[in-house]
């Protein structure tokens, strides 16, 4: 009688597996789960090539100006080599390289740090979000899908998110009577704070002004950007006069809150054009180019200014 040796594929017995009946009972064999792979990768959420996918899986790559740099970004607010990113182990460690603007990650200035998934990164003008885990792939589509709807350097609403909100809000308004109200506001002399303190200094004064307006903005108001130093805000079930007052509300906030850059301090101003919805105004092209002649109103008449003015109260009523 010969015995048969089972291959190294099949399930093998002890003699605790033995039935009463002499049957034999295969035993499995626990399954050992490989080990997560820790995978790492860069977005670009602002700045050229929008939503490129970079990976971060060799062992050392370094970001730069330079064509040599395994991240090559072309703008002179880029250093030759302005930085580099260390794998070690599951650990990604970035080390600023001595760069003219310095590297900052989540508006710090740092030298070196372990990054952690959803760390963003300014490189000069471009902003790169690290994320990392074994569902990197999944968490890049939900980025992608998130850069359709988002600005990348204001963390505000695109303007294709905003015209497509102002298109359903007018199919509603039309149906159930309800008021709205749109702002339009354009920074003053924004060229000249590009011009005087350079491009980085104007991506600061973008990001904080946008800041400050949200803090003062109800939970259902939508703040969008919709041009270069141009805005636009959504305010549901307000009249023209609660959307001239909040205007104007923003219009003291912004000239009021100088904005720090580095160890200086730069003034900005606003021109708001406010107009509501009413019956018969059946697309966002007829509303927004309202509020863009109310706007361009506010600029000839001096800027740092709200159009239409709200009349004023007789002090004597």
């Not at 015995?3 to 605790?16: A, G």
């Not at 952690?116 to 899908?145: A, C, M, P, W």
């Not at 904080?208 to 305010?235: H, P, Q, V, W, Y």
């Amino acid at each position: 009688m010969t015995t048969r040796v089972p291959s190294e594929d099949e399930p093998t017995t002890s003699p605790s597996s033995l039935t009463n009946t002499g049957t034999v009972t295969p035993q499995r064999q626990p399954l050992v789960k490989a080990p997560k792979e820790n995978r790492a990768c860069l977005i670009i959420l602002h700045g050229g090539e929008l939503g490129r996918k970079i990976s971060l899986q060799k062992q050392v790559t370094q970001i730069g100006r330079s064509s040599k740099a395994g991240v090559s970004l072309d703008h002179d607010s880029v250093s030759r080599l302005h930085c580099k990113i260390t794998r070690s182990g599951t650990r990604y460690i970035l080390r600023d390289l001595g760069s003219t603007n310095g590297t900052i990650v989540n508006d710090a200035l740092v030298d070196e740090i372990t990054l952690s998934d959803q760390d963003l990164i300014r490189v000069g003008r471009t902003i790169l979000k690290f994320i990392t885990g074994d569902n990197v792939e999944s968490q890049y589509h939900e980025e992608i899908y998130r850069l359709m709807t988002v600005d990348g350097l204001t963390n505000t609403y695109n303007r294709r998110h905003f015209e497509e909100l102002l298109e359903r809000e007018i199919a509603r308004s039309e149906r159930y009577g309800h008021p709205f109200s749109l702002i339009a506001l354009d920074l003053d002399h924004f060229k000249k704070v590009n011009d005087e303190w350079g491009h980085l200094a104007g991506d600061t004064v973008l990001r904080d002004t946008c800041d400050i307006i949200t803090s003062r903005l109800r939970k259902n108001d939508t703040l969008a950007r919709t041009g270069g130093e141009e805005f636009g805000i959504f305010l549901p079930e307000s009249t023209l006069d609660q959307g001239l007052e909040a205007a104007e509300k923003l219009r003291e906030a912004i000239a009021n809150t100088p904005i720090q850059v580095e160890d200086r301090h730069i003034q900005i101003t606003a021109s708001f054009g406010v107009v509501s919805w009413k019956k018969g105004i059946g697309s966002i092209q007829e509303l927004m180019k309202q509020a863009d002649q109310q706007l361009y109103l506010a600029k000839d008449r001096g800027r740092n200014r709200v159009e239409p003015t709200r009349p004023r109260r007789n002090l004597d009523e």
